[in-house]
């Protein structure tokens, strides 16, 4: 069964940074593209990072780009985003999410998520 | 940018009904077209790709249509446990809809 677990969440001042982890079991991990996406309380789903399998190629929404960096360990099953430069409006709760298949930006899996909380 | 747009905002119907949901395009994105299904304090749960491909587990009921710009999720008979906000999704950029509240009526 697979399985996503998200970590790292919290209180974060603005300015501040914070770094999620995504702990992955029961697939393949290096055979898939991986993303991360976020829901501000009460709003819906935001895509916000992407990450091919190997690691070596990288996408962001243009809300994020130059402040998060998306990155994996294929050795740990595990998926990164360092969040720099925070934001009140970065505030949500952050999914992780595999892609069902290279070249299909669906996500058949998702963690249970984990909430950043921007605020001073 | 595409812009995609989900209507209604909320959609209220009785259990046993049938639902409609829509989503709209502002430009062709073909087939490239997933519905998820979200409840609350959960994570959404795909339901639909390829405009019209049920994901693995996901009952008969639920069936997707259209392509281009135009789509339609129905619901054939609701259960108790598809009262959820549904999202459409458009994979050539990862954009959302703004999503279809469906309660009970």
């Known amino acids: 069964e697979v399985q996503l677990v998200e970590s790292g969440g919290g209180l974060v001042q603005p300015g501040g940074s914070l770094r999620l982890s995504c702990a992955a079991s029961?697939?393949?991990?290096?055979?898939?593209?991986m993303s991360w996406v976020r829901q501000a309380p009460g709003k819906g789903l935001e895509w916000v990072s992407a990450?091919?399998?190997?690691?070596?190629?990288?996408y962001y929404a243009d809300s994020v780009k130059g402040r998060f960096t998306i990155s994996r360990d294929n050795s740990k099953n595990t998926l990164y985003l360092q969040m720099n430069s925070l934001r009140a409006e970065d505030t949500a709760v952050y999914y992780c999410?595999?892609?069902?298949?290279?070249?299909?930006?669906?996500?058949?899996?998702w963690g249970q998520g984990t909430l950043v909380t921007v605020s001073s | 940018e595409i812009v995609m747009t989900q209507s209604p905002a909320t959609l209220s119907v009785s259990p046993g009904e049938r639902a409609t949901l829509s989503c709209r395009a502002s430009?062709?994105?073909?087939?490239?077209l997933a519905w998820y299904q979200q409840k609350p304090g959960q994570a959404p749960r795909l339901l639909i790709y390829?405009?019209?491909t049920r994901a693995t587990g996901i009952p008969a009921r639920f069936s997707g249509s259209g392509s281009g710009t135009e789509f339609t999720l129905t619901i054939s008979s609701l259960q108790s446990e598809d009262f959820a906000v549904y999202y459409c999704?458009?994979?050539?950029?990862?954009?959302f809809g703004q999503g279809t509240k469906l309660e009970i009526k």
């Open positions: 999410a595999k892609e069902i298949r290279k070249g299909i930006a669906v996500a058949d899996y």
């Open positions: 029961g697939l393949t991990f290096s055979s898939y593209v």
């Open positions: 990450i091919s399998d190997s690691g070596g190629r990288t």
């Open positions: 430009q062709s994105v073909s087939s490239n």
């Open positions: 390829g405009a019209s």
């Open positions: 999704q458009q994979y050539n950029n990862w954009l």
